[in-house]
């Protein structure tokens, strides 16, 4: 059974955004994007799994008396891109004192197509590792 939970967005800040080094942030523009504000959502399991819970990230035309007309949108549409920025993480090896360290990860990005439905797989997984000294 699919079930949707609404996610308002909030321009991108120090604050929504939850990463330490504020110099990093400033490099990547976060301030230009949006972020999820109050994240309510759970990801976990797979395609075949019994409990499988994922995002679904859907951009849809406006219609109706309150928006653009159709060319204008088009217009304005085909100078955007979504780009999907997250906090990924590896491991130093050689750092023993602080072997995981962080960055800033946006290499998902993707060109907005006005007649065009794009659609796109993001696997995510949470690490675990166990230092023996």
Same mark, same amino acid.
């Given at each position: 059974?699919?079930? #949707?939970? $609404?996610?308002?967005?909030?321009?991108?800040? @120090?604050?929504?955004? !939850? +990463?330490?080094?504020?110099?990093?942030?400033? &490099?990547?523009?976060?301030?230009?994007?949006?972020?999820? #504000?109050? $994240?309510?959502?759970?990801?976990?399991?797979? @395609?075949?799994?019994? !409990? +499988?819970?994922?995002?679904?990230?859907?951009? &849809?035309?406006?219609?109706?008396?309150?928006?653009?007309?159709?060319?204008?949108?088009?217009?304005?549409?085909?100078?955007?891109?979504?780009?999907?920025?997250?906090?990924?993480?590896?491991?130093?090896?050689?750092?023993?004192?602080?072997?995981?360290?962080?960055?800033?990860?946006?290499?998902?990005?993707?060109?907005?197509?006005?007649?065009?439905?794009?659609?796109?797989?993001?696997?995510?997984?949470?690490?675990?590792?166990?230092?023996?000294?």
């Amino acid at each position: 059974m699919k079930r #949707k939970v $609404p996610q308002e967005f909030t321009a991108c800040g @120090f604050e929504e955004f !939850d +990463y330490p080094n504020v110099d990093e942030i400033d &490099k990547f523009s976060i301030d230009l994007l949006h972020c999820v #504000k109050n $994240p309510n959502y759970t990801l976990k399991g797979d @395609f075949y799994s019994d !409990d +499988y819970q994922y995002l679904e990230i859907k951009l &849809k035309k406006c219609e109706g008396s309150h928006c653009k007309n159709s060319t204008e949108i088009d217009r304005i549409v085909s100078d955007l891109r979504l780009q999907i920025v997250v906090v990924n993480a590896y491991l130093d090896f050689t750092d023993y004192n602080d072997p995981i360290k962080h960055y800033v990860d946006d290499i998902h990005f993707f060109e907005i197509e006005h007649n065009r439905h794009k659609r796109t797989n993001i696997f995510v997984m949470k690490g675990e590792v166990e230092l023996d000294d």
